[in-house]
Structure formats: C-alpha cells, structure tokens
C-alpha cells in the first residue's frame, strides 16, 4: 500500500483498502508533527550543564543536612555542598526549558502545518516544578513531624522520595513526568521508550542509594555527579537518534 | 444523510454498513477527519498536499464536514500571511471512531464470509 493517499475514482471503496489508508495517512501525520528530538536534547544537555553542581569539594559525609536555604531552591537537594545554587539553577533550567519546548512545537506547527497540543505537557512542567518545590518541605514533614502510624505507613514512599530530592534529582522526575506527557500527545512510541528507559535509570539509582548501607568514606567527591548524570545520554542519545530519523525523513521525501 | 450514532451501528447489532456515515465515509472527508484527529489543529495546505486535492475540491469537502459540525474552520494570520486551520469537534471525533470501527467490523464479515466458502 502506498503512503500516499489515493484519490482514483472508485478505488477506495474496498474496506480493507480505506483502512489501510487511514493507518498510512496517521502515521505520515504522525511522522510528520513529531518532533521531540529537541526537549530531548535540552534537557539532556542542561541535565549535563547543571554537572559542575553535583561535585563536592571534599568527600562528602554519608548523610550530611545542608544549610536552610530559601524555599525556591529546594529542587536543589539537601545532601548536596552547592545545594542552594544547583537548586536556583533548576528552577531557571525548568521553567525556561519548558518554554523553550512551548516555543519549539508552536513553531514547528506552523512550519509544517500540523500542530501537537501542548497545553497538557507545559501544565505538566508548571505542576512539576510546583511539586519539586513542596515536596522536600511535605516529605520532611511526613517523616519527622508525624505520628508513628503515618510515619511508618508511609515510609515506604516517602524514604525513596526524600533519597532522590536530598541527591538533587526531582528535576529529573519533572522531566521525566513532561516527556510521558509528551508521548503522549505526540502518540509517539520512540518517545514513550526513551521517557521509559530515562525512568528506569532513575529508580535503579533511587534503588542502589537506598539499599546500599553507606558507611563513612564510602561516597567520593563524585557519587552525587554520578547518580544525577547517568539518565544525562538516554536522553541525549535517543534525542540524537530521533533528530537522525527526522532528517532522513526529510530526505527522503 | 446517515449519522452513525442514529443508525444501527456495528455496535448494536445492525448490519455494519448501518454504521457508516455519507459525510465521513466519503473517501477525501475520510481522509481530512483521520489527519484532523492526529493533531490539534491541522493547516489546509498540510491536507490538500497529504490528500492531493485542489484547493476548490478541498474547500467543498471541508463545507460539508463544517455543516455537519464535524469540524471547525479558524481563518487567521501568520504574520502577513493568510492561514487556515482545521480543527476536529468532539462529534467529529466520535463520527470517525466510529466510521472505522463500522468499516472494521465490514472487514471481519468479508474475510469470514471468504473463509467459509
């Protein structure tokens, strides 16, 4: 069946035909409007920009509670020396990729002709970054200022939740949150297995910080780096692929 | 004309050629629903490309699908450029869905019918 649709007199009228042609048809449109390949290299390469951050000066103590610092900065963890800074940057990082995305997709719709529908993946980046925000505050709470029962019932979230904030790395939750929205809207499956491999990355490091019984000296200057930058290249390198494709596409055309 | 939501759809028994509508099943109109629901709005020069039709035939074929609130038509400017947007209504989502799940159930009865002689 050819990609193209076509409109021969009296050649469509076969069931099985016409559907054939609806499948090619969305999936040209589909091919067409995709174009993830650019929040997936931004946030790949602002995940690797925000690395100097993640480095501490000297070896860092098992567990160490960091300085108060404001409110705004609470993406930045709590574990971490430059907590403060790493958590300014995320902020920016956050809301100006998201806009950056915004921007890229309304002006790729107008470029090709078809347009994804955006607002459920920026409302998932302004939620997100909201929640990174209150959740360190809500999670401590729950821990430490609640009643036994509470505590010990949620424990079995809040632990993990708190582990991957104090490391810094909610942003990378609220990334991985825009992008599952975002194959979404794009019906993308590339997509969908790029957010999923990106997800499974983030929970083996939550599980590997979780369940390793950390002594004093076992964390280097760079563990924090580490942990923060390995889900860094799945998305540069599912970005890169899917910039590949769509200049193939184009091409080919 | 015939709804598919007023006829007897594959879905209540009916012969499934009750389910296909004269607005959708026409093969271009078919065509312009299918891209429009792919997408949030669709620009009319995408569909007369991707459809291979003229701007009078296309025109006409997106008149009847706006009449029967199938879609909407937002007419605007992309600097100093005209555009013109197609955007699927939910009833127009609806009337697709099930246009294609009538034309699958025709299919079924058409390999069974092959398979049992």
Do not use: C
Request: charged share 15%.
């Amino acid at each position: 069946m050819s990609d193209r649709w076509s409109t021969t007199p009296n050649s469509g009228d076969a069931p099985g035909e016409l559907l054939a042609s609806v499948t090619a048809l969305q999936r040209r449109t589909r091919a067409v409007r995709n174009a993830y390949w650019l929040p997936l290299l931004l946030f790949g390469l602002l995940m690797t920009a925000a690395a100097p951050l993640y480095v501490e000066s000297v070896e860092p103590p098992a567990l160490r509670a960091g300085p108060e610092n404001p409110a705004l900065t609470g993406l930045g963890g709590h574990f971490l020396e430059r907590s403060a800074a790493l958590g300014w940057y995320w902020l920016a990082a956050l809301i100006g990729g998201y806009l950056l995305s915004l921007w890229w997709y309304r002006w790729h719709g107008v470029r090709v002709g078809v347009q994804t529908p955006t607002r459920p993946y920026v409302i998932a980046g302004i939620v997100g970054t909201i929640v990174g925000l209150v959740l360190p505050i809500v999670l401590r709470y729950l821990l430490l200022n609640t009643g036994a029962v509470i505590s010990t019932g949620t424990n079995w979230l809040t632990t993990p939740l708190l582990g991957i904030s104090n490391r810094g790395m909610i942003p990378h939750l609220v990334i991985a949150a825009g992008l599952l929205v975002l194959a979404r809207l794009e019906r993308s499956r590339g997509l969908m297995v790029v957010a999923t491999v990106y997800v499974a990355a983030i929970v083996l490091v939550t599980i590997y910080f979780q369940t390793a019984d950390f002594e004093p000296g076992d964390l280097n200057r760079h563990s924090f780096l580490l942990a923060a930058l390995l889900p860094a290249p799945i998305l540069l390198v599912g970005g890169g692929i899917a910039l590949l494709n769509t200049i193939r596409g184009r091409r080919d055309q | 004309m015939t709804s598919n939501a007023a006829a007897g759809g594959p879905g209540n028994g009916g012969h499934p050629t009750n389910g296909l509508s004269d607005t959708v099943h026409q093969r271009n109109r078919l065509g312009i629903l299918t891209i429009a629901a792919e997408a949030d709005r669709v620009e009319v020069a995408y569909l007369r490309d991707a459809l291979e039709l003229t701007a009078g035939n296309l025109s006409r074929h997106l008149a009847v699908l706006e009449e029967a609130q199938l879609i909407q038509i937002e007419r605007g400017y992309h600097g100093r450029r005209p555009k013109t947007w197609i955007r699927i209504t939910a009833q127009g989502q609806a009337a697709l869905t099930a246009e294609i799940e009538a034309l699958r159930e025709l299919l079924r009865r058409h390999q069974g019918f092959r398979a049992g002689t």
